[in-house]
């Protein structure tokens, strides 16, 4: 025998226990996919079966088949419709069985959707199953059968009323001798895990509510939204240290609450009031408490919310870690109760660009319940912000404390303010222009954004030198202001430059009179 030849037969027989192995393997996997389709054909003769017993007989009777039939198929099924309770929300417990069989079941099936929710993420893409298919999962020894379903609506092809969505849900089936273990343990190791993933894959957005909302309309969602981007921190503000601290402190002892909440008898949610002149970081404020606290933002526009029943939906539609923002509160709704005068609204119209929505007929006490009601409860983990140019303008109903918990003054720079903008912008602690400034912004009112617009490069060039150029930019800009208002305002006619030479000669006549 050539010596190759008998190698190979050699090889091939050290390799038997290998290939007999992978035979015995495929055996096993094979019995396994006829035990396999064995149950499916077993699950849906079942269902055929349940289905002509109780249209035939009724429900009574078809409860009896229903015993008849559970004597010879040992499976149970719990189902996870998508939407719970009138449909008014999603249902939680379908939420976290999607993130955990996203996470264990995509690996199993073989019809799979993809979703680029976390595209910023190196996992580009997030997988889970698509409808009708099915996988399994093992729990302490047990075999259990996962599948999504879909009801679809039977439309009429002609209707005046909308026709009802799509129903989606998740069917759970296993043995009933491992009845105590699942409602005993899976089901809340599947709850608990998919909470935790679904939290981990989520993506932060930022919400804004449709205008073509119909709260009658079930095909449409009340919010849209996009990704959350918005980098502003608490670094990044410009504010008294001390009242920074306070408010980072709130935030997180807030977000730690829950038992806290619990036992003190209040629902969890906790209101803001942020009010100061334009430009003063109200808006920034709020993207960096949604990034420390890791919420999501639902920008509420009540000119578009129709009335207080659209309201109270858009309401159950957020979920939990969220911040709700109604800014310029004020223009927002008429804060005496009545909807507003129409030659009032036409003037509003004008200066907004006449774009608003004036159908909206939300009221100050469907806002007030929106905040505090009964509903307000629904969901938890909540931030209420309102912000506003006029506090003085608000109802005192709508700012009391326990609807707006703390009211937060953002207001004009003073020096220790310029200071943090300083460091930011221009990344400097000290500069000898920094004395005259801060006798200039000490008298002076202006606001963190104009500063900031000040001390930002203009060209692409200016590199070196360009702290000196920005703070000199600042000086003329306070200079100017300065002039403005000792001239009243408008009548100004001295250029920047006029006023920082005037601006020499006071300090000049100031030093000479100290001096005598
Ligand atoms: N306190 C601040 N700290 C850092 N940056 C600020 C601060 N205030 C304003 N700015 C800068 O000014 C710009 C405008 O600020 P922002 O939009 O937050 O003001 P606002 O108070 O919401 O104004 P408005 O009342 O007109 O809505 C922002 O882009 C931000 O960079
Ligand atoms: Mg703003």
């Known amino acids: 025998m ?4 008998n190698s190979a037969l050699q090889r091939a027989e050290s390799e038997k226990p290998v290939t007999e192995g992978l035979e015995r393997e495929m055996r096993m996997e094979e019995k396994w996919a006829g035990w396999g389709s064995a149950l499916a054909s077993a699950m849906f003769l079942w269902a055929v079966v349940r289905q002509y017993f109780s249209t035939i007989f009724g429900d009574s009777l078809g409860a009896y088949a229903a015993k008849l039939v559970a004597l010879v198929y040992p499976y149970i099924e719990i189902t996870f419709f998508e939407y719970t309770g009138e ?3 999603r249902s939680e417990a379908y939420a976290a069985v999607e993130s955990y069989l996203a996470a264990s079941g995509s690996t199993h099936a073989r019809r799979l959707k993809a979703d680029n929710d976390r595209e910023d993420s190196g996992s580009a893409l997030v997988l889970s199953m698509d409808d009708h298919e099915e996988v399994t999962d093992t729990f302490s020894g047990a075999k259990l059968y996962w599948s999504s379903q879909i009801i679809h609506s039977k439309s009429p092809s002609f209707s005046f009323y909308p026709s009802q969505p799509d129903r989606r849900y998740y069917r759970l089936s296993f043995h009933r001798r491992h009845r105590d273990l699942i409602a005993k343990s899976y089901l809340r190791h599947v709850l608990d895990e998919g909470k935790i993933i679904g939290l981990k894959n989520r993506r932060r957005r930022l919400y804004t509510n449709n205008s073509t909302y119909d709260s009658y ?10 990704p959350f981007e918005h980098p502003a921190n608490f670094d990044t503000i410009a504010m008294d240290a001390e009242k920074k601290r306070e408010i ?3 935030l997180i002892a807030f977000s730690r609450g829950k038992e806290f909440y619990l036992r003190i008898g209040k629902p969890w949610k906790r209101g803001y009031l942020l009010h100061g002149p334009p430009g003063t970081g109200k808006s ?3 993207a960096a408490m949604a990034n420390l606290l890791d919420y999501d933002v639902y920008d509420l526009e009540l000119t578009a919310v129709k009335n207080n029943s659209a309201l109270r939906k858009l309401l159950l539609e957020i979920s939990s870690k969220s911040i709700i923002v109604i800014e310029d509160i004020d223009c927002s709704i008429d804060l005496s109760g009545k909807r507003k005068k129409e030659s009032q609204k036409s003037e509003e119209e004008k200066k907004l660009g006449g774009e608003e929505n004036t159908d909206s007929k939300v009221t100050l006490s469907g806002l007030l319940n929106f905040i505090d009601g009964l509903w307000s ?7 209420v912000v309102f912000t506003t140019n006029f506090v003085e303008k608000l109802d005192p109903a709508l700012i009391r404390r326990g609807r707006m918990d703390r009211h937060i003054e953002l207001s004009y720079c003073d020096f220790q303010v310029f200071r943090v ?4 912008y221009l990344g400097i602690e000290n500069h000898t222009l920094f004395d005259e400034i801060r006798c200039l912004i000490e008298e002076r009112n202006i606001t963190p954004a104009d500063v900031a617009e000040n001390l930002m490069p203009k060209k692409i060039t ?4 360009s702290v000196e150029v920005c703070l000199r930019s600042l000086i003329q800009d306070l200079l100017a202001s300065k002039l403005k208002s000792a001239k009243g305002g408008d009548e100004m006619m001295e250029t920047p430059a006029a006023a920082e030479e005037n601006y020499g000669d006071d300090k000049e006549k100031e030093s000479a009179s100290s001096s005598t």
Do not use: F, Q
Request: net charge positive.
């Open 421 to 424: 903008l300083a460091r930011n």
């Open 462 to 465: 200016e590199v070196a030198g």
């Open 87 to 89: 449909r008014l929300k």
């Open 248 to 250: 980072m402190e709130d």
């Open 377 to 383: 409860a629904c969901g938890g983990e909540r931030l």
């Open 217 to 226: 309309d079930y095909r449409k969602r009340g919010w849209s939204h996009v």
């Open 2 to 5: 050539p010596e190759s030849l």
């Open 284 to 286: 920034t404020m709020i």
